[in-house]
């Protein structure tokens, strides 16, 4: 049994309630539906737990799912020849896992910590459609959103320094975790050599800037992968 297919065996979501009280409710695709939609919507999905590590989508699998991540981050990435990895976008709360138009998934996607997702077929999904039409609209608009944030991201690898990579990368943590500029401390999901792997950088070259960071007293880290923005206005005009 392939990754993505156990997860759609997992438990049910729960229905209407559970949806209501979802912590993504106002960022998923599914936050186009009124009540009544949500509710018939809501009977389609399963959720699933994951830890940290396990492989959640395998390139190459057929594209049978569409989902939602509702807790945790997720690292997308692609494998070279070399069995190196490539990290091409990082997947938070309310962010959409899969499309509605490869034939198959063209990339892995790995739990970084504890993650859970919420569920649904494609096909499950198109005959929703034939009555709820804004249901495509908010996933195609999903969609458009992951490509804007690839360009984006192209940009940034291919134009900014090391440290402004690092910069961006630690503002573009801070805004999913805490949501707006502040001191309070937040989570390093990432391991050294995932980060120089996700900026296109070598391992030492991430050590040195993060010191020339404390250094300059911008940031502050603390135990446990724990990290505080110093000085948020100074980091932003780095990035």
Sequence with gaps: MNNITSLY????????DKCNNCPVRGLSFCSA???????????????????????????????????????????????????????ISLGFPGDMLGNIID???????????????????VSRIASFAATNPEIYLSILGKTNQQLSHARDWLVLLGRKTAKEKIASFLLLLSEHHLGSETD????IPLKRQEIADFLGLTIETVSRNFSSLKNQQLIREQAGHMLIIVDYSALKNIS
């Design 9 to 16: 065996s997992g438990n049910g979501f729960g229905g209407l």
């Design 184 to 187: 309070q401390a937040f989570k």
């Design 103 to 121: 034939a198959e998934y063209n990339y892995f996607v790995e739990a970084v910590g504890k993650v859970k997702i919420c569920l649904y077929r």
């Design 33 to 87: 539906l009124d009540t009544l939609a949500l509710e018939e919507f809501s009977a389609l999905s399963k959720t699933r737990s994951f830890t940290d590590g396990q492989l959640i989508l395998t390139e190459g699998e057929v594209n049978e799912y569409i989902g939602s991540i509702t807790e945790g981050i997720v690292k997308v990435y692609k494998l070279l020849n070399d069995g190196r990895q490539q990290i």
